[in-house]
Structures are given as C-alpha cells and as structure tokens.
C-alpha cells in the first residue's frame, strides 16, 4: 500500500536560513507527489506537484521540491525562508487503489521561523 | 480564497447525534473529495463524488455517508457521532475525473466538536 512519511514533526529555522522539509514515500509504481502548506485557520494550499518529467520542480512562494526514485523522496527547499512561511506542510502521494485514486498525506511537519 | 466554500465553520453536537456538513466546489468543478484531520490520525481522504456518482472511497467510516447534487454541491453525513469523530472535516474540488492533473483545491473545513 501507498504512504507517505514526514520524519520532521516539528522544524525551527532563523528567518532567511535556508529549509529543507522531508518526504519519503511507498508506492509500487510512478507517483505523483504534491506539497500543500496550510496556515492556521485555512485550508490546504498546493506549493507544487510532481508527475513526470524534469526531477527539480518549481513551485510558489519561492519553493522547489527534488523528485529521487533512487531515495524515494520529494523534499521540499526554499534558500531563504521568510516569517510568513511559518505554517504546517504536507507531503501527499497520489495513488489508484482497489477503491479509484485518492491522495495519502503525511501527518505534516510544522514549521517555526523565529527573528 | 480557494473558492470551495463549507458550511458551517464550526458545529458542537453530542453524542449519537447526527450532523451534515456542506461543501460548494469552485465553480465549474465536477469533482468533490472529503478528507478528515485529526491530531491522531493526521489528514485521511474520506470518499470522492465525480458528477453526482461515488468514484474513490477511502477511510470512511459505515456511520458516515455522502453525496453530490445535481447542482455539484455535496454534503457529508456524519451519525452516530462519537468523541473520536471530533476533527476538522475538508472538502476539495478539482476538475477531472480522477483529479491526476489537477490540483485539488481545499476549502477552509468545519471543525466538529463532539461533547
């Protein structure tokens, strides 16, 4: 079956320190992987997505992730990060199953930015 | 804004009660997905309605059930309620059928407290 692990519950970093946010992910064939963020209070926003194609996708709010079979991972980058970028971020698989396609999200890692 | 709105914002009930939540995807999306948050068990994909017809099913419990109209709109039906139903309930909209390429847009979700 199909999961996604964010070893990170919580990350603290300096403002304009650079980040990286793991994601490993289980999935027998080609994943398409996403990263949503969500600020408190709101909904989940989609920061980027990998389906095929060039490994190094770009995202918004200055955000690329790396797409490695070879590690099964998709981590999440940003050189600089900014005090509003502090929120929960999520790793998710998109995958089919017996029960049609679905997407399975980590449990987030929870990031602090301090001055 | 997503422009995936969910009513209400947040709902108290107790016990054994039943509640139905409603979700109005963007306009022109035909794909409606519920998820559930929860502290424990993070963000679970519920069940996915395409065009008024059932198409994914994941973590649903048989207490809960949901549907789209005619009108695209959908509402999740939550009975039985228990303690551990307590979570924050989203609703996502996409496009497409399966939602592959297309990026799932969340509403802002309705909290359940279940007392």
């Known amino acids: 079956a199909q999961s996604v692990t964010q070893p990170d519950i919580h990350i603290t970093v300096s403002e304009g320190a650079s980040l990286e946010l793991r994601c490993n992910y289980s999935?027998?064939?080609?994943?398409?992987l996403f990263w949503y963020v969500q600020s408190p209070g709101q909904g989940l926003q989609l920061l980027l997505k990998y389906f095929s194609g060039d490994t190094l996708v770009q995202g918004i709010k200055g955000f690329e992730a790396e797409f490695k079979r070879s590690q099964s991972s998709f981590n999440l980058r940003k050189p600089s990060v900014h005090w509003s970028d502090a929120a929960e971020y999520f790793c998710?698989?998109?995958?089919?199953?017996?029960?049609?396609?679905?997407?399975?999200f980590g449990k987030g890692t929870s990031l602090l930015v301090t001055p | 804004d997503s422009g995936v709105t969910q009513t209400p914002k947040h709902l108290i009930t107790a016990t054994g009660q039943r509640v139905t939540l409603r979700c109005s995807p963007r306009?022109?999306?035909?794909?409606v997905y519920w998820y559930q948050q929860s502290l424990d068990q993070g963000l679970q994909f519920l069940i996915q309605y395409y065009n008024g017809e059932e198409r994914a099913k994941g973590n649903i419990l048989e207490r809960f059930s949901a549907q789209q109209f005619p009108d695209l709109h959908s509402e999740l039906n939550l009975s039985s309620l228990e303690l551990g139903d307590s979570a924050l309930y989203f609703c996502?909209?996409?496009?497409?059928?399966?939602?592959?390429?297309?990026?799932?847009?969340f509403g802002p979700g309705t909290r359940l407290t279940v007392l």
């Open positions: 999935y027998g064939a080609t994943p398409y």
């Open positions: 998710a698989v998109g995958a089919w199953s017996n029960s049609g396609y679905a997407l399975n």
């Open positions: 996502a909209s996409s496009g497409g059928l399966a939602g592959l390429y297309n990026e799932q847009f």
């Open positions: 306009s022109g999306d035909l794909s």
